[in-house]
T-cell receptor, first 115, second 114 residues
Framework: AQTVTQSQPEMSVQEAETVTLSCTYD???????LFWYKQPPSRQMILVIR??????QNATENRFSVNFQKAAKSFSLKISDSQLGDAAMYFC????????????FGTGTRLKVLA | ETGVTQTPRHLVMGMTNKKSLKCEQH?????MYWYKQSAKKPLELMFV???????ENNSVPSRFSPECPNSSHLFLHLHTLQPEDSALYLC?????????????FGSGTRLTVV
């Protein structure tokens, strides 16, 4: 069964600095999708970025980018020029393409942004 | 109004009460989901509806009863809950059950069972 692991329960970053959140996963599939979601205090989970496993190019959305290492089954999120509004819980998620359509979520990383 | 709307935002109920959570989406999506979010645990998928039909019941106790009268509305009926059912209940939707572009989530209902 697929699993998603976020080993950092909490991270802190100074405003305007860069921070990287880690995510590893386990799967036997070759084709799948990976996601990072942000959950601010408002509680609504918002999709930050999406990566297709068959694409080698790392996804980028403005200040958010990923480092996707397929062989290592690693999918880290880099936030550049951190802003106070980036403070939130960040969840990594996996979706396979064979068998089940379920999304598998990690336990989350709480990001604090220091002014 | 757009997006996924959940009501109520907070709910406190006794173990013998009956209450319902409501979820509404205005995105034209055909799949809707209930998730349970507990502290330090991954999100737990509870139920999946695709075109109003329930396609997944993830071994959820019968004290949770979902209802999907149409593709835009989803309910979670609660009765005789236990304190361990206290959690954030999130509703989500997607264009279809099998699409790969992620979900749109609501802001959840914070449920406390006393």
């Amino acid at each position: 069964a697929q699993t998603v692991t976020q080993s950092q329960p909490e991270m802190s970053v100074q405003e305007a600095e860069t921070v990287t959140l880690s995510c590893t996963y386990d799967t036997s599939e070759s084709d799948y999708y990976l996601f990072w979601y942000k959950q601010p205090p408002s509680r609504q989970m918002i999709l930050v970025i999406r990566q297709e496993a068959y694409k080698q190019q790392n996804a980028t959305e403005n200040r958010f980018s990923v480092n996707f290492q397929k062989a290592a089954k690693s999918f880290s999120l880099k936030i550049s020029d951190s802003q106070l509004g980036d403070a939130a819980m960040y969840f990594c998620a996996y979706r396979g393409t064979s068998g089940t359509y379920k999304y598998i979520f990690g336990t989350g990383t709480r990001l604090k942004v220091l002014a | 109004e757009t997006g996924v709307t959940q009501t109520p935002r907070h709910l406190v109920m006794g173990m013998t009460n009956k209450k319902s959570l409501k979820c509404e989406q205005h995105l034209g999506h055909n799949a809707m989901y209930w998730y349970k979010q507990s502290a330090k645990k991954p999100l737990e998928l509870m139920f999946v509806y695709n075109f109003k039909e329930q396609t997944e019941n993830n071994s959820v106790p019968s004290r949770f009863s979902p209802e999907c009268p149409n593709s835009s509305h989803l309910f979670l009926h609660l009765h005789t809950l236990q304190p361990e059912d206290s959690a954030l209940y999130l509703c989500a939707s997607s264009q279809g059950r099998d699409e790969n572009y992620g979900y749109t989530f609501g802001s959840g209902t914070r449920l406390t069972v006393v």
